[in-house]
T-cell receptor
Framework: GENVEQHPSTLSVQEGDSAVIKCTYS??????FPWYKQELGKRPQLIID?????GEKKDQRIAVTLNKTAKHFSLHITETQPEDSAVYFC???????????FGTGTRLTIIP | DAGITQSPRHKVTETGTPVTLRCHQT?????MYWYRQDPGHGLRLIHY???????DKGEVSDGYSVSRSKTEDFLLTLESATSSQTSVYFC??????????????FGSGTQLSVL
């Protein structure tokens, strides 16, 4: 089955700086890569996703890049703000397989 | 919040007792999932359902069973709870890829403690 590795497990950045979280996946058939954000005590919520036919996707301060050859994808957050502090999960799944495999999460702390 | 509710929100039980968690949706989503969340492990799939009475195992299904007798309800049962099943359990729903709806909507979670 699919295996998703996520790094780093914790990340602290100064407010206003950028944050990058990286994930690798094992199954070359995977073609859907979402990112979920979980604030303390809350449920995970989708923040951005990308499909394998696209190399990059942006939504305001958030972007995701995908390298299919290397089987890795990354989340980029620019101009970080205190409300970006949360746990972020990457995930992967393949077409026809409705199961998402999640990474182990990254706890991002924004230092004011 | 996508019309998905979990019950109970918190539960404390003793080792060896049966426990059932309930997930209820009002969105008519085809797919329903049970995940557990543990520090250092992220979200791991226990079981999922792709229709009424249609279920399949996830990566950590041992010790758990599920049932889906109606579109809106997905039950997770721990037949004989063990301390290793102490965790936060999340239910999630989705329309599925065929409808371009892979996005998961999560419930609020159930904190289960097995003493």
């Amino acid at each position: 089955g699919e295996n998703v590795e996520q790094h780093p497990s914790t990340l602290s950045v100064q407010e206003g700086d950028s944050a990058v979280i990286k994930c690798t996946y094992s199954d070359s058939a995977s073609n859907y890569f979402p990112w979920y954000k979980q604030e303390l005590g809350k449920r995970p919520q989708l923040i951005i996703d990308i499909r394998s036919n696209v190399g990059e996707k942006k939504d305001q301060r958030i972007a995701v890049t995908l390298n299919k050859t290397a089987k890795h994808f990354s989340l980029h957050i620019t101009e970080t703000q205190p409300e970006d502090s949360a746990v972020y999960f990457c995930a992967a799944s393949q077409s026809g397989n409705e199961k998402l495999t999640f990474g182990t999460g990254t706890r991002l702390t924004i230092i004011p | 919040d996508a019309g998905i509710t979990q019950s109970p929100r918190h539960k404390v039980t003793e080792t060896g007792t049966p426990v059932t968690l309930r997930c209820h949706q009002t969105e008519n989503h085809r797919y329903m999932y049970w995940y557990r969340q543990d520090p250092g492990h992220g979200l791991r799939l226990i079981h999922y359902s792709y229709g009424v009475k249609d279920t399949d195992k996830g990566e950590v299904s041992d010790g758990y069973s599920v049932s889906r007798s109606k579109t809106e309800d997905f039950l997770l049962t721990l037949e004989s709870a063990t301390s290793s099943q102490t965790s936060v359990y999340f239910c999630a729903i989705s329309h599925g890829q065929a409808l371009g709806g892979e996005k998961l909507f999560f419930g609020s979670g159930t904190q289960l403690s097995v003493l």
